[in-house]
Structure formats: C-alpha cells, structure tokens
C-alpha cells in the first residue's frame, strides 16, 4: 500500500537527482506543501475533488518545482555536494512552517485523499481494497508507464538523458540544459505533490509524518543508487511489502512492532549504503567534462587581523558574556543559559562539519544519548550529576565511532542519508525504551551541585555552562592548531593527497566523529540537567535537522557561531512568541531555512559576513579620518 | 648552492631497488592499461618515464602509490613487497609524490602544506595531546627543513598564503616541496614542469638536484619536456599503449628508432 506512494515519491527524487546531481531533502516538504494546498481548497473551501487536484498537484506542485530550480537549484548544479546538501536542507526546514503560516497550523489527524471523505470498498481477487488505495496503485502504474515511455521514446526523452550522461556535451551539441533540468524540477515536484496527496489518508497531515513518510523513500533511492528509475520502483514496492509483512507477522503491541515497522525502511537504507560502500559503488559522480565543482572558498580569519583587534573582539565577547547577565532579569537568564547549552551541543557541528567537513544529521542522537546516560546514572544509579554528564559524553563516543567506521567511506551524500538513517532508527528504537521514556514523561534530572553549593539558580547554571562551553571551545581551537587540525584541513582539501603523504583519511575523520559525539553527548547532558528533565524525544531526527540549519546560519566554522546560533533559537523565538501572534514564530524557522540556504557558501557564517562589513566600515572611516600609514593589511 | 652534476651516484653496493614494479599489469575492461610493465628505481638515482598521452604512465603512478590495485604483478619499496599496504602505509615507507592535476591542500597555507607533509612521515601525535595544546613541541629540525625547502624553491614569499589561489606555476614547485618535505627515498613527479615558465622549471630542476645531494633520494619523472627529463635522468623506461617499448641511457633512447617514432620523433621536431 505505501510501496506505491513510496515509488512515485523515489522515482520523483532519483528523477532530479539524474537530472542536475541534486538530491532534494525538501522532497517531503513539497509533498506536504502539495497536500495542504489540496486540503485547503477541497475540505475547507469545498471545491470539488477533481479541481482541487488538478490546482494543487497539476499546477501549484510543477510550479514550486520551477520557482525552486529559478531561483536555487540552477545556481547549485556545480556546487560541492555539502553546499548542496545544506541548501536543500535549508528548504526542509523552511518550507513546512512556511505552509502552516500561511494555512494555519493546526493538528489535521484525518484529511481525505482523491477518493473523497468515505471512499468505496471494492474486491478485488478476494482483497477487501478501498477506493483510496486503488487510485495510489493507478497512480504508481500510471506514473511508471508515462515516464518509461516519455523517457523511452520521445525527443524530450532523449535530451534528458544526454543531459544525465554529460550536461557539457550535451550543450554542445544544442540541447538546451537549463531547460530540460527546469522541466525535471517541475515533475519531480508534480511527483512529490501527488504522493503527498495519495499519502493524505494514509498518515497525519503534518511536516514531522510528512518528513519520516519521505525520507522512507530515499531508502528506495538508495536501493536504485540515485540512478535507475526502475530500481526506485521495485526498491519503493519493496519496502512497502516488508512493512506490510511486518504488520500481519509481528505482534500488534509492545516495543517490537512499535519501534521496528516504522523503522524498516530506514534499516533498509542504512543496509543497502553499507552494501555498496563494500562494494566500492558511489553514488554517480558529477559531470566528468564541466568544470571543477566550485567549492566554499575557506578562509581562516586569523592572519588576516592584526592580534590587537581580534584580542579586543575576544575581550568584548567575553565582557558581555560574564556581565550580560546581570541586566537581565531571571526568565530572560533562564532562556540564555539554555542558548548556551545548546550552543555546546552546537560545538559538535563545528567539529565534524566546520572542521572535519562532513555532513552528519545525527549530532542530535549523540546528544540524546549523552541525556539518556546522564539520567541513568544519576536518577536511577544515583551517580553525582557532573560525573554521570562526562560518562555520559564518553559512552556516546562509541555510538560516533561506530557511526564513523560504517559512514565515512561514504560519499557526502550517503554519509549523511547514513546518519540521518542512525537517527531515525535510533528515535525509533533506542530512544522508545521504556526506562528511558517513562511513557513520553521522560526522567528527571537534578542540577549539579559541588557539595552544598548547587547550580539550581539559572544565573549559577548559565556561568556553569559558560565555563564548559569555553572549556571545549579552547579544546577545539587547540585541535587546529594542532598537527590533527592540519590532518583535517587536507582531508577537506584533497582526500587523495592526503593519503599519498601518509595521513590515514579514514581515521583522520574518525578522530573528528569520535571528539564531536564526545562534545554532543556532554552538551546533551547539560541541556538535560538544565531542563530537569531527560526526554528522548527531545533529541529527534527531524529537530536535529534544524539545528545543522540554524549552526550553518550562524556560521559552522567557529566556535562564536556555534554559540550565537545556540544563543538565538531559543531567544529569537521568545521575542517574537512575546511580542507577535503565535503563528509568528513559525516564521524563526523559516528564517532559518533561508539562512541555511543563503550562507551555504559562506562557511563562516552570518557572524563572518557582519564582522567583514563592520570592518569594512571601520577601514573606510579611518581611511577617511586618519592620515594613511604605511602599515599593510598584509 | 654548488653546481656539480650529481649524475653520477657515489653508492657502491648493489642495494635492493628503492623503487621496484614487477610484471604490473592493470586492465580497465577490455582494454589494457598497463602491460606487464617491469621498471626498477635505484636508490639515488633520476629515473624518467616518457611516453604519449594515454601511455599509462599516470595509472602507473596510481598502482605505485597504492591508490589503484594492479591486476596482476608486485611493486615493491626497497625490497619489500608492498601490495597489499595502504596509501599512507607506502608514504610512511619513504614513497611521496606529486600530481598531475594540482592536489594541494587548498585550506591550508603553503608553509602548512609542507609542515604536515614533514610530519605525517615522521612524528607520532596524539589526539588527547592535540586538544590539550600539548602536541606542538617546538621542533628546529622541522623548521629548518621545511624553511630550507621553501626558500630554495623561492615560495618564502607565499608561505604564509592559503593554497588555493596560487598562480600554476608556483602551485606546481609547492607540490614537489610537499613532496620532499617528508625526506622521502623516492618521490614520484607526474609532470612536475607543466605550465611552469623557463625561470621556474630552473628552480624546480635545481631543487631536485639539491635534494640529491646527500641524500639517497630516487626520483621517477614523468614529463612531456623531453630535454628536462633526458638531461635530468639516469636511466629513462618508454611506454606508449600501455607497453614499454623501450629503455635505456638517455643517449641511446634518444637515438632508439622505435622511440623516435611513437614519441620522440614528432615531439623533438614540434
């Protein structure tokens, strides 16, 4: 039943993929886009079945397709894979709360698909079918045949496939790319529409369901290695079967069909990346004939100021830090020493993506787990809280190691399908285990406390967790200084050379995983104990997909912008929640989308951008003030 | 900077090869890119491969440092067989080398690109120590070698610059310091001239020959400029299609008629 979705969804995906080497995270959010639309013109505004679809799916799906690919995805098709992973990442972010502004975000458990409200049972072969259920099997035949005979048989067929095989080539000899890559875009979307529309019935009309019911056909995309869309298809069919398999044969209750049937395709994934990383199968590469993939171009700020001005913004940082808190009052202190908390939690992606260059989508996990470890220890062994965090940093290192072997022979691409896989099955399993989720109430946590000097105010917490925070900031500015750091800028220069100087590249990144779940499972820890409460549905997937969002915004590569990123998601959203409608703060979200999207190419970050006009302007005002010295800015 | 020739090695003893590649053979589907080559690099000596576009000197290059596994056939460094070893392993053995297209560390700066190079091959560091701000013990060796090395290919000016926007020629002369940086046995130069102006292939010749001098690091030079290589080398191999049609002294590939017309003959008069 969901394999026929699954596969209309896949096939949409591996489609664009094809086309212009971009695999849309977004696919999701433009499903869900698609179905509100349908929902909105058909149930609220009662237009008929039959117009709402064709508005939704047959016009306003192709169009997003093409506005995306007008203003985002035709500037990304030579960018490097992680540019253009964070950007449509950006968009899975942005586009979900960006629907719910405009259509309202209430809970819809129940919406109708194309059948109606009350669709009609049929038998068909001795199977009780209904209505809806029929339509998606037409539907998946349907898509399969038009597509195999378009890509089979017709001129535009032919073009898209030369653009696939080599878009240089296929320029020159006239075939108009941009044109055909805008036309992939517009049915990917009209694909990822019409499953959302089909799915509707199917599971709640809502961004989280929505993600989860998309990122379960990457597994199909995986299964077909973003190439065949044949294989998309039976890969999508074939996780549907598993999944309805597992429903007749395991038990309807208890933590096994509960955690392991929505888990499946995600064990699918994560089986078939290993698969074919043993058998040294990439996914395919970029366009052997176009140029060079342009990459972010890293600069290290240090060396380009003189010592004075940067110990003067380091003096200044750290005055308002120490000080800040004694102008505001005791909630304001509250919401901040949580930023700091997440801002060590956000330490983690300024190690394995700012330095070590990968994409990983399951920092969350760590930080789960570290929360997790943290109450067992301390709640339920009765360890002392600042021992039970450390532990609980060291027990989830394994969790980044174990990651690390399996992942980081990867692609970019695929390490970070494989870590959001481990996430997933990590929320779903791990994570659903009753000790540690007390049936969703989760486990409570005390505040540290040296012997009867306690943290429990959050003024104590917030300098508690600015010491830690500083602490592994100093660690990580160490790291690169160190020959380590100088291992992980070649491994993000070039993996090849680095291996012919006799720098071992895997355990190069190995090193970075392992100390960026160390740093995660620590800051999980302290974000538990600052919120008396250990949850593990705190540290989901999806939320942590968010988080990579809002650290990209700020800037991945430095310590400050994990710590302003940490700083602003919780403040931003109490300022505009404190002073604008509620739906306002859906909004933050969307901001930090587009800000994901907007500095992907800047790896420092907003922080880097405002701190070059800053003194862009302090360069002209002395140009202007003060006589000219001889100084260079060398 | 002395100017003898160090064409003529001072080593007596008839030492195992530093460099040695028995029977390699490497196929990509029908076609075979190398055929059985054999090829030996003697310790302290310039050896110089030449051979058209396609001859397989680059995959040779990649089965030698382990980055592409023959089908058939052994490369060994000094004697021992090294098949079955890793990339890094073979570097930690004393094999370095440069490539064709420029891989150089782009985020690090020039002088960075050495000093990781120089300590890759020669200093243990732990990562406890690393973040600990323990792992830099100021290390004079390491700065006269690596100080040494930029200044004779005259990158002391850059040295301080990321390597990402470097002019191609002075990319070219940081990858052969990178290459040596690790005080490697023999060093493997694909094409180190390419895009190299007159003033700059004279500095790359005369660093390779300093780095000659008492030292008994092997050299094997792929090059397209038939003088450099034939005025540098020793001993030169002649591959063309995967085969090796033809090897010898300098002089006598010069004047091998089989050499002057797969290669020579139309290179020499263009």
């Known amino acids: 039943m969901l394999g026929g979705v699954y596969a209309i969804s896949a096939v949409g995906l591996v489609l664009t993929y094809k086309a212009s080497h971009i695999f849309n995270f977004a696919h999701g959010a433009i499903a869900y886009l698609v179905a509100s639309c349908f929902y909105e013109l058909n149930t609220r505004r009662g237009w008929s079945i039959g117009a709402a679809a064709v508005v939704s799916i047959g016009i306003i799906g192709p169009t997003v397709g093409l506005a995306l690919w007008a203003v985002l995805f035709r500037r990304l098709t030579r960018a490097t894979p992680t540019i253009k992973l964070v950007s449509t990442v950006g968009l899975f972010v942005a586009i979900p709360p960006a629907t719910q502004f405009v259509f309202g975000d209430e809970q819809i458990f129940r919406a109708p698909g194309l059948a109606g409200d009350t669709p009609d049972i049929v038998n068909v072969l001795g199977t009780r079918l209904d209505a809806d259920q029929l339509i998606i099997f037409g539907a998946a035949l349907t898509v399969a045949v038009v597509l195999a005979i378009v890509l089979r048989f017709t001129g535009f067929g032919l073009s898209v496939r030369g653009v696939v095989d080599s878009q240089t080539m296929s320029e020159l000899v006239g075939t108009n790319s941009k044109a055909i890559s805008a036309a992939t875009w517009a049915i990917g979307s009209f694909l990822a529409g019409l499953a959302g529309v089909l799915v509707a019935p199917i599971i709640n009309l809502s961004p989280g369901s929505y993600a989860v019911f998309v990122i379960a056909s990457f597994a199909a995309a995986v299964i077909a290695r973003m190439e065949s869309l044949t294989l998309a298809f039976g890969g999508a069919l074939l996780v549907g079967v598993i999944q309805g398999l597992s429903v007749k044969f395991l038990p309807s209750s208890g933590i096994l069909s509960q955690g392991i049937r929505p888990s499946i395709p995600f064990a699918v994934m994560a089986v078939f990346l290993l698969l074919y990383s043993n058998l040294g199968k990439e996914p395919s590469q970029p366009d052997p004939a176009g140029a060079a993939p342009r990459g972010p171009t890293h600069h290290r700020a240090p060396g380009d100021r003189p010592w004075w001005q940067r110990g003067t913004t380091y003096l200044a940082g750290a005055a308002i830090l120490l000080l800040g808190p004694q102008l505001l009052d005791t909630f304001w202190i509250g919401i901040v020493a949580g930023g700091v908390a997440l801002a060590i939690i956000f330490l983690s992606f300024t190690v394995v993506t700012g330095e070590g260059g990968m994409i990983s989508l399951c920092q969350i996990s760590f930080a789960g787990v570290g929360a997790i470890a943290t109450a067992q220890l301390a709640t339920e062994h009765g360890w002392p809280i600042g021992l039970a965090i450390l532990v609980g940093g060291v027990i989830a290192m394994p969790c980044g190691m174990l990651v690390a072997m399996l992942a980081v022979r990867l692609g970019d691409l695929y390490l970070g399908l494989a870590t959001l896989s481990f996430a997933l099955l990590l929320d779903n399993i791990i994570f659903r285990i009753e000790d540690f989720d007390q049936v969703g109430a989760g486990v409570f946590l005390n505040r540290p406390a040296i012997g009867s000097f306690t943290f429990d105010s959050d003024e104590r917490f917030y300098y508690l967790l600015l010491a830690v925070f500083a602490v592994l900031a100093l660690l990580i500015a160490n790291l690169r200084r160190s020959t380590t750091g100088l291992e992980l800028g070649a491994v993000r220069s070039s993996e090849t050379a680095t291996a012919t100087i006799g720098v071992s590249v895997v355990r190069t990144k190995l090193t970075a995983f392992t100390f960026s779940a160390f740093i995660a499972g620590i800051g999980g820890g302290l974000l538990a104990t600052y919120r008396y409460l250990a949850l593990p549905s705190d540290y989901n997937a999806l939320l942590g997909i968010v988080w990579l969002a809002v650290v990209v915004t700020w800037g991945i590569r430095s310590p400050w912008g994990a710590l302003v990123a940490g700083l602003a998601l919780p403040v931003i959203s109490q300022l505009v929640s404190d002073n604008l409608e509620p739906r306002y703060v859906l909004l933050t979200a969307v901001g930090f989308g587009l800000g994901a999207i907007g500095l992907a190419r800047e790896p420092r970050g907003m922080l880097a951008l405002q701190a070059q006009q800053l003194r862009g302007l302090a360069g002209w005002s002395r140009g202007r003030l003060a006589r000219p010295t001889a100084r260079s800015h060398g | ?270």
């Open chain 2, 1 to 270: 900077m002395s100017a003898d020739p160090v064409a003529t090695p001072a080593v007596s003893a008839p030492a195992a090869p530093a460099l040695a590649v028995s029977a390699v053979t490497v196929r990509f589907g029908g076609l075979t890119a190398l055929d059985a080559i054999d090829l030996d690099v003697a310790p302290a000596t310039t050896v110089g491969l030449v051979g058209p576009n396609g001859a397989g000197k680059t995959t040779l290059f990649n089965v030698m440092s382990g980055l592409l596994a023959p089908d058939e056939g052994t490369v060994s460094l000094a004697g021992r067989d090294v098949n079955r070893l890793s990339p890094p392993a073979r570097a930690r053995r004393g094999l370095a080398r440069t490539y064709q297209r420029s891989e150089l560390f782009s985020e690090l700066t020039v002088r960075e690109n050495l000093v990781l190079a120089y300590r890759a091959r020669r200093r243990r560091h732990h990562l406890t120590l690393d973040l600990l701000g323990l792992g830099r013990h100021h290390d004079a060796q390491e700065d006269a070698t690596v100080d040494g090395l930029l200044d004779s290919l005259r990158l002391g000016d850059v040295a301080g610059q990321l390597a990402d926007a470097l002019p191609l020629g002075t990319g070219r002369l940081v990858e052969v310091g990178r290459a040596l940086a690790a005080d490697p046995d023999v060093v493997l130069l694909d094409e180190p001239s390419a895009g190299l102006d007159e003033h700059e292939t004279e500095l790359l010749a005369d660093a390779l020959r300093r780095a000659r001098l008492g030292s008994t690091v092997a050299f094997l030079l792929v090059e397209h400029d038939v003088d450099l290589v034939l005025g540098l080398s020793d001993h030169v191999y002649v591959l063309d299609f995967g085969r090796c049609i033809a090897s010898g002294a300098p002089d006598a590939i010069r004047s091998d008629p089989a050499v002057r017309a797969a290669y020579l003959g139309t290179e020499v008069e263009s």
